[in-house]
């Protein structure tokens, strides 16, 4: 079965740096997108980043000039560079992939979330 697996969460000071990680394992045929989102208390889950096999990348506003996304397709994974990190930006962020395992049927897929928290 097609796992996602996230990681480099963890507490940081306020103007700090964090790096995301996830990979993407099992019957994979085609991976279209990978992404992160992220989901504060009492919050919907929002868009971060994302990324498509062609190397086209949307970001959310609020993290434009300090994040960036980036793919490495022959490893199935996505990274999440976050610089100059906000209080704000406290949440639990889930790596997203949509992807195929036989070429017929495309689903969504998620990971386990991991916490990032950043202190004022």
């Known amino acids: 079965q097609v796992q996602l697996v996230e990681s480099g969460g963890g507490l940081v000071q306020a103007g700090g740096s964090l790096r995301l990680s996830c990979v993407v394992s099992?019957?994979?045929?085609?991976?279209?997108?990978m992404g992160w989102y992220r989901q504060a208390p009492g919050d919907q889950r929002e868009l971060v980043a994302t990324i498509n096999s062609g190397g086209n990348i949307d970001y959310a506003d609020s993290v434009k000039g300090r994040f960036t996304i980036s793919r490495d397709n022959a490893k199935n994974t996505v990274n999440l560079q976050m610089n100059s990190l906000k209080p704000e930006d406290t949440a639990v962020y889930y790596c997203?992939?949509?992807?195929?395992?036989?070429?017929?049927?495309?689903?969504?897929?998620w990971g386990q979330g991991t916490q990032v928290t950043v202190s004022s």
């Open positions: 099992g019957p994979i045929s085609t991976i279209v997108a």
């Open positions: 997203n992939a949509y992807l195929s395992a036989d070429y017929r049927t495309w689903d969504n897929y």
